[in-house]
């Protein structure tokens, strides 16, 4: 009863499926690279473009470490004893979906084996697919609903379903890649309020600017310091009005000493005194860090926001 052309879907899920995961272990180097939480970002090397490549603040929860383990789901489901606390990478066909967050896969879709394997993924940008392959890519728990790691992932979950699992092997989910290599639990960032749209082109100028100080100061462009320098200024000016209303003290000192040290810039360069700028703008590379680190987001698609939240949250609080 198998359709004829099985093997090539699954041959050619696997290749895409191979190349997901190239494209996470890309992504998932830069994280590895982040300075932990707390730690204080080693500042730029002097004439490089500090904030364009600078690593944004740690996202909360760290991402897995320990190497992948790839493992089907009957083995999962048969031997689950070795796989508990490891993070695997399972290749299977969604069985049944159990509520917004919770879905079983099952080894095989062409015979159900009777040992699906519940998957809870932390969030779904859109929900999983019946009798499609999915890779799981996650850690496998013991099944306990009162476990921290699954606690927050259960809303929806049918009684029955959670009697059935309990004891049974789960992966809680980081990634649920789809045949069309989507991943449906990546963290997107929210729609842009008006503000944040406004505060984005303001960075950008910002960052146009700062990234043309290296030639200007390679060439001792006066007038070139001078129109750049009144960009920085403006956009910082722009900048302490952008966190002003959420009130940010912090923020709001380190743009008004941004926008200072593009001032000092303006003046060494209309006196020809390239050396101090070149150590202003340095100083200055060191503030974008510094702010970036407090309060600047990576979203999952590469995007950055600003990270507001409520006064006092750890990032914002550091000085
Ligand atoms: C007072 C805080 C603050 C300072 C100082 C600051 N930035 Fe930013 N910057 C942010 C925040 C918050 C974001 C995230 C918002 C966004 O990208 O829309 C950001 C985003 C950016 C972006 C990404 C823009 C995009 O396309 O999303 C660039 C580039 C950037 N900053 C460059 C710089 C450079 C270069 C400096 C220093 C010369 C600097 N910033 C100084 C707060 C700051």
Redesign the pocket.
């Given at each position: 009863m198998s359709r004829p052309n099985f093997d090539g879907r699954r041959a050619g899920t696997l290749a895409l499926t191979a190349a997901a995961l190239g494209l996470i272990v890309a992504v998932a180097v830069p994280h590895a690279q982040q300075p932990p939480a707390g730690a204080k970002p080693a500042p730029p090397p002097a004439g490089a473009?500090?904030?364009?490549g600078a690593p944004a603040a740690p996202a909360a929860p760290a991402p897995p470490q320990r190497p992948l383990v790839p493992v089907v789901a009957s083995t999962l489901a048969a031997k689950p004893d070795a796989y508990f606390g490891e993070n695997v990478t399972v290749m299977a066909t969604v069985d049944q979906t159990l509520s917004p967050l919770a879905f079983s896969v099952d080894q095989d879709k062409a015979k159900s084996t009777g040992q699906d394997v519940l998957v809870l993924a932390p969030r779904l940008n859109e929900p999983v697919e019946l009798n499609t392959y999915v890779t799981v890519i996650g850690e496998v728990v013991k099944f306990d609903p009162a476990d921290a790691k699954v606690k927050d992932r259960l809303t929806g979950l049918s009684p029955d379903a959670l009697a059935k699992y309990t004891g049974k092997p789960a992966i809680v989910a980081t990634s649920v890649i789809n045949t069309a290599m989507n991943d449906l639990a990546r963290r997107l960032p929210p729609k842009?309020t008006a503000e944040?749209e406004a505060?984005?082109k303001v960075?950008?100028k910002?960052?146009a600017?700062?990234?043309a100080f290296r030639g200007i100061i390679e060439k001792s462009d006066a007038n070139g310091a001078k129109e750049q320098a009144a960009a920085?200024k403006a956009a910082?000016i722009a900048?302490?009005a952008f966190?002003k209303p959420h009130g940010k003290a912090d923020?709001?000192g380190?743009?008004q000493d941004?926008r200072k040290s593009a001032e000092a810039i303006e003046v060494a360069a209309a006196a020809g005194k390239w050396d101090e700028v070149k150590a202003t703008a340095g100083s200055?590379?060191k503030?974008?860090q510094?702010?970036?680190t407090a309060?600047?987001?990576r979203y999952d698609d590469g995007?950055?926001?600003?990270?507001l939240g409520s006064p006092g949250k750890p990032g914002a609080a550091t000085h």
């Amino acid at each position: 009863m198998s359709r004829p052309n099985f093997d090539g879907r699954r041959a050619g899920t696997l290749a895409l499926t191979a190349a997901a995961l190239g494209l996470i272990v890309a992504v998932a180097v830069p994280h590895a690279q982040q300075p932990p939480a707390g730690a204080k970002p080693a500042p730029p090397p002097a004439g490089a473009k500090p904030a364009q490549g600078a690593p944004a603040a740690p996202a909360a929860p760290a991402p897995p470490q320990r190497p992948l383990v790839p493992v089907v789901a009957s083995t999962l489901a048969a031997k689950p004893d070795a796989y508990f606390g490891e993070n695997v990478t399972v290749m299977a066909t969604v069985d049944q979906t159990l509520s917004p967050l919770a879905f079983s896969v099952d080894q095989d879709k062409a015979k159900s084996t009777g040992q699906d394997v519940l998957v809870l993924a932390p969030r779904l940008n859109e929900p999983v697919e019946l009798n499609t392959y999915v890779t799981v890519i996650g850690e496998v728990v013991k099944f306990d609903p009162a476990d921290a790691k699954v606690k927050d992932r259960l809303t929806g979950l049918s009684p029955d379903a959670l009697a059935k699992y309990t004891g049974k092997p789960a992966i809680v989910a980081t990634s649920v890649i789809n045949t069309a290599m989507n991943d449906l639990a990546r963290r997107l960032p929210p729609k842009m309020t008006a503000e944040e749209e406004a505060f984005q082109k303001v960075m950008q100028k910002v960052g146009a600017a700062n990234g043309a100080f290296r030639g200007i100061i390679e060439k001792s462009d006066a007038n070139g310091a001078k129109e750049q320098a009144a960009a920085l200024k403006a956009a910082f000016i722009a900048t302490e009005a952008f966190f002003k209303p959420h009130g940010k003290a912090d923020a709001i000192g380190w743009a008004q000493d941004a926008r200072k040290s593009a001032e000092a810039i303006e003046v060494a360069a209309a006196a020809g005194k390239w050396d101090e700028v070149k150590a202003t703008a340095g100083s200055m590379g060191k503030m974008c860090q510094t702010c970036h680190t407090a309060y600047r987001e990576r979203y999952d698609d590469g995007s950055f926001r600003a990270k507001l939240g409520s006064p006092g949250k750890p990032g914002a609080a550091t000085h």
